[in-house]
């Protein structure tokens, strides 16, 4: 009896050992990058996990519906994130964000500190100041390291905390995310005469994946700034039947000039782009 008994105590032990050894096997493989560009309807809103689940939103769309958008990607358990970049106060990036401090612990804020005369960006102010998160005003340079991904900010080019614009999308914050040999340019929606600017800065704009500016409309997406990013991939986020006719027909006839894939929220909903450091795959 008790020698059997030392048998299956010794067996389970065995069987433990391997059963660990299987579980550091799992956890030591290489994790993948996520980008997600959620299909807000007519606005922007990108969410970034890192290979080591840090979480990053690039604004929030044009109402709550970023709540629900986060809720499928983001356990339920989990009510944190780690940074969270409003690129332009303009009702279409911002609103989703004021829903977002409301329901999340948000760890850190970056943005342009620049003023806009509208209820929303009141709010904005009055949220982020209350959540007592880091607060960051972007400038050229920039960079945010998360495990082995970089986040560089290329634009705007100079402090524009306190400054006021009517129409704050000039001031948008460009930014470049590096994961191995993989890239992405988010754009916010910057004008050809902004993208004109970063040009002449001789600034490094080769990426695999474009967010298109401004939702495809025609006053961004010049030929010489495509022709410059050269990405494989142009995502446009915009809403379906909008009425402002995005995407122009001008800017999607560019992007196929340059044998470049076109995908759109109006017409893919969700699309997550998963990046190993070396290949891309669409979901």
């Known amino acids: ?24 096997f799992d956890l030591s493989k290489n994790q993948p ?28 769309g044009p109402d709550s519906v970023i709540l629900e ?22 009702k279409d990036h911002l609103t989703g ?23 929303e960006f009141q709010e904005w102010e009055r949220k982020i100041l209350e959540e007592k998160a880091n607060i960051k005003i972007a400038h050229p340079l920039q960079k945010i390291i998360a495990s082995k991904t970089v ?23 460009v930014s470049r995310l590096v994961f191995g040999e993989n890239s992405f340019l988010f754009t916010g929606d910057i004008r050809k005469s902004e993208e004109k600017e970063i040009l002449e800065q001789r600034t490094n704009l080769d990426s ?16 010489e700034f495509i022709e410059k990013v050269l990405p494989e991939i142009a995502v446009i986020s915009a809403g379906k039947g909008n009425s402002y006719g995005h995407p122009h027909q001008e800017v999607l006839d560019i992007l196929e000039d340059y044998g470049i894939k076109i995908l759109r929220t109006d017409q893919n909903g969700d699309i997550k782009i998963i990046s190993d450091g070396k290949e891309i795959k669409i979901k």
């Open 208 to 223: 695999d994946i474009l967010k298109v500016s401004h939702h495809g409309s025609k006053t961004s997406s010049s030929k």
């Open 33 to 60: 990058l996520e980008v997600v560009f959620f299909d807000v309807g007519q606005g922007d809103s990108i969410f970034i996990e890192t290979p080591k689940k840090q979480q990053i939103l690039i604004d929030g």
């Open 69 to 90: 958008k986060l809720g499928k990607e983001m356990p339920f358990y989990d009510n944190t994130l780690d940074l969270i970049i409003l690129t332009h106060p303009e």
């Open 97 to 119: 964000l004021i829903s977002v401090l409301k329901r999340y612990k948000v760890e850190n804020i970056l943005w342009t500190g620049v003023k806009r005369d509208t209820l």
């Open 1 to 24: 009896m008790g020698k059997n008994f030392s048998l299956i105590i010794l067996s389970l032990l065995l069987a433990l050992n391997i059963l660990a050894w299987i579980v550091v």
């Open 151 to 173: 986040l560089e900010i290329l634009y705007p080019f100079e402090n524009l905390a306190g400054r006021e614009f009517e129409d704050s999308n000039e001031t948008s914050i």
